[in-house]
């Protein structure tokens, strides 16, 4: 059902004016990958050190800690270049992103790697709102950190592995 609409989409995509001129120029495809992987740094930077605090292995007084916070609008902004560059590159080859098991699957854990994410960072918040708390995130967090964390070396790992399928 899914398979004949992107083989659909992608022929669709291939015969535009911007798909064959993407086509033609290799550079642009290079400096694209380029700025897809620094936002890559930037969003991985900003999602490993709030999920670490969420863990409790970044604690409060650590040199880091700070700038967890401070990544947060960086990695709002990352993740649009992210989508701006991943489009440009889906629009230059259309079917070796879009009919790709593993780019699908990415697709797929990007969507529910951002939501535990997000939920993370709306926990966390509310726990360091409480200034007295010494309680420490409860379990529930702390699990889904975890697996915040497994999601998005798992999404770096699809990434690379497109390129080899
Ligand atoms: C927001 C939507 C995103 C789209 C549409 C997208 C799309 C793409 C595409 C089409 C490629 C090229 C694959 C190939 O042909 O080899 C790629 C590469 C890659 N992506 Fe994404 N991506 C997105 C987000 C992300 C995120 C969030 C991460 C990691 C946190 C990521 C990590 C990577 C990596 C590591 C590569 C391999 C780069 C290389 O080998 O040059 N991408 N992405």
Do not use: D
Not at 42 to 49: G, P, V
Not at 137 to 163: C, D, M, P, T, V
Request: one cysteine or more; hydrophobic letters at 55%; charged letters at 10%.
């Amino acid at each position: 059902m899914i398979n004949p609409f992107l083989k659909q989409l992608s022929l669709t995509i291939e015969q535009t004016a911007m798909s064959q001129s993407l086509q033609g120029v290799e550079w642009v495809v290079a400096v694209v990958q380029t700025i897809h992987i620094f936002a890559v740094c930037t969003l991985m930077t900003a999602m490993m050190l709030s999920n670490f605090k969420a863990l409790g292995v970044l604690k409060r007084g650590h040199v880091l800690y700070p700038l967890a916070s401070a990544l947060k609008g960086p990695a709002h902004i990352a993740l649009f270049i992210l989508l701006l560059t991943g489009l440009v590159m889906i629009i230059g080859e259309p079917a070796r992103a879009l009919l790709n098991p593993i780019f699908q699957l990415k697709m797929l854990l990007l969507l529910v790697a951002t939501v535990c994410s997000v939920n993370v960072a709306i926990q966390q918040k509310k726990f360091e709102n409480n200034f007295f708390s010494n309680s420490g995130n409860n379990l529930l967090q702390k699990l889904l950190a975890l697996i915040a964390i497994s999601l998005w070396i798992s999404i770096l790992f699809a990434g690379r592995w497109i390129a080899y399928t």
